[in-house]
């Protein structure tokens, strides 16, 4: 809806504001919503307009500000709910992303919740690097007149589950900050957290600004964005047109291509955006669970106010197929072992991660027997939470479809078949099934909307996004160079999209392509060494405004390549590493060097 439908603007104005807020974001648009407001109240009241001053002290005493650093979406989706809330509830908040945060405020804020994630090893999420960094820092101001409160978002299969969280509610103390409630450490089934923590926020912000002065109300200029029919909560079963194996007969891997419809949902998505699925486990790891615990999968077990069979709760309920701290304690305490407790130490730190790597609940279970009841048993498990996969598809080529590139992980422990629930579930799916779908915006991975020349480094089923990407630039004829860094095990058996890469190659579509095959030869080649060889090249891209794209395994090859890119900045500009390493943040800030990593 433009603003001419919305808005009591006089006719030869409305285009000027079309474009004033064309490509602008969120924190932007909230920004300029302010000062317009005040702009207002003082033309009301007869003076001169304000002028356009980042913020007053005033302002920050009356006002709430909520900070987010956001990988995925989660973090920013609650965000912006906590800053709905507080505007329906009267006080005065804005919502800015962590990397357009000015942070010579934090020394004026009054009232500050911070909503982040911790991403793999206890790395925050590129748009939260600055501000992590400056606060762990000794340029940080003593904080003494601020009342703040901490959401973090993680993932509790890994050992450092919310640690980005919680060293910021640390480290706010350690500044004099006064702490308004715990921190909040959200798992992957982030409402059963973050609702109750939003509702206490927001009573403590109530009681924090019931003496201010309100600012002025502001009626938008567009209407907010209606929610889709089809949603994480309510998915949309999408049928299966197409599950096929990409890999050849030799590969030690299990990649699939598939092609969902989307016919008659409505569902709208752009490239860089991801495919929420929601699986069912697999019935023989039930079975072998039920087993292993000797309960009787028809016994019913009431959550809230929901109850169902035991086996019913364990299939499309609750989490199997990951290990996660609480349920590793919870187990500890009942099987009474003292190497389980160990493990939990900090110390211990490196052996239980590597645990976690190799072991389901079901090896758990197995390893270390202990009483469990049904009901004991749900509560300890976590909540099923949907699976994220990159789109591998443009909608303006494919139209009401949706693709993925997804691996099935499957492998042996001790003899036995594990597997990945998500990539087992669509794996299985056949022509004449659906899956329960949504999308996921991922506005943080995006290409850009000039001409710009891109840089794309996606290794293994990384590459997804990246053919979405091609898709989309060849249907709207952008002129600007794609070049893609590709690398898998061997080129015979584990080049996924071959003959699609080849035909953009030869149609001027993909202007260069390099790929790694690690095990083609005796030394391993990644895509880190094809970035090394190219640095030249890459700096040149990079330093005329390219954008560059990286997607794929976190815990590894992000890392490997951002170091990787880290030297080429410096030993092509002279920077040292640490300068080097600031130029690339920079472009993240920018929004020109983005992640999408798991």
């Known amino acids: 809806m433009t603003a001419a439908t919305v808005s009591p603007l006089p006719e030869d104005k409305q285009p000027l504001v079309a474009r004033l807020i064309d ?200 209407t907010a964005r209606s929610v889709p029919a089809w949603h994480r909560e309510q998915p949309f079963e999408a049928p299966v047109l197409l599950n096929q194996r990409i890999t050849g007969r030799g590969s030690d891997r299990d990649v699939r291509h598939l092609e969902l419809s989307l016919e008659g949902s409505g569902l709208r998505y752009a490239p860089g955006d991801a495919l929420g699925v929601w699986p069912t486990q697999s019935p023989a790891l039930v079975d072998a669970l039920l087993r292993a615990v000797q309960l009787d999968g028809e016994m019913a077990v009431r959550v809230a106010e929901e109850e169902r069979p035991l086996r019913a709760w364990l299939s499309d309920r609750r989490e199997l197929t990951q290990l996660t701290r609480p349920f590793f304690s919870a187990h500890a305490e009942r099987c009474g072992d003292a190497a389980l407790r160990e493990l939990l130490q900090p110390a211990s730190r490196d052996a239980l991660a590597t645990l976690f790597s190799r072991w389901q609940v079901l090896d758990l279970l197995r390893h270390h027997p202990a009483p469990w009841t049904a009901d004991a048993l749900v509560a300890a498990l976590r909540p099923l939470a949907p699976r994220l996969y990159s789109i591998a598809s443009s909608q303006a080529v494919v139209g009401e479809e949706v ?143 390219a954008h560059l794209y990286v997607c794929g395994d976190a815990s590894r090859m992000a890392k490997d390549v951002h170091q990787t890119l880290i030297a080429i900045v410096a030993g092509q500009s002279g920077r040292t590493a640490e300068d080097a390493e600031a130029w690339l943040n920079q472009l993240i800030q920018q929004g020109r060097y983005a992640r999408d990593v798991y």
């Open 23 to 222: 490509g602008l974001e969120a924190p932007a648009l909230q920004w300029l919503s302010g000062y317009l407001a005040g702009v207002a109240v003082q033309r009301q009241g007869g003076g001169r307009p304000a002028p356009a001053e980042p913020v007053s002290v005033a302002e920050t005493q009356a006002r709430l500000t909520i900070v987010y650093g956001s990988q995925t979406g989660n973090a920013k989706r609650l965000a912006e709910e906590l800053g709905r809330r507080a505007s329906s509830a009267g006080l005065v908040a804005r919502v800015v992303r962590a990397d357009v945060y000015p942070l010579r405020e934090l020394k004026q804020e009054r009232l500050l919740y911070i909503v982040i994630s911790t991403q793999g090893d206890a790395e925050p999420p590129d748009d939260a690097r600055t501000l992590v960094e400056f606060l762990g820092s000794q340029r940080a101001p003593k904080l003494d007149g601020l009342h703040y409160a901490v959401l973090g978002l993680g993932d509790s299969s890994y050992p450092d589950f919310c640690a980005i969280g919680r060293q910021l509610d640390e480290r706010l103390a350690a500044l004099n900050a006064q702490r308004l409630l715990p921190a909040g450490e959200a798992d992957v089934d982030v409402e059963t957290v973050a609702q109750p923590w939003l509702e206490q926020a927001l009573q403590h912000a109530r009681e924090q600004l019931k003496t201010s002065t309100p600012l002025a109300k502001v009626t938008p200029l567009r």
């Open 403 to 545: 693709h993925l590139t997804v691996s099935h992980v499957d492998y042996a422990l001790d003899g036995e078949a594990r597997w990945g629930a998500a990539s087992r579930y669509l794996s299985g799916r056949s022509e004449n099934d659906t899956a329960p779908v949504f999308i996921e915006a991922n506005e943080r991975f995006r290409l850009p909307a000039d001409e710009r020349d891109i840089v794309m480094i996606g290794p293994g089923t990384g590459v997804a996004p990246f053919r979405a990407f091609v898709q989309e630039r060849a249907e709207r004829g952008a002129s600007g160079r794609n070049w893609l860094l590709f690398g898998n095990p061997h080129f015979d058996s584990d080049f996924l999209y071959q003959v699609e890469w080849q035909q953009a190659l030869k149609n001027g579509q993909l202007h260069r392509l390099d790929l790694a095959f690690s095990r083609d030869q005796s030394d391993k080649i990644y895509v880190q060494h094809r970035l090394r060889e190219q640095g030249r090249r890459l700096y040149e891209w990079l330093d005329s405004g």
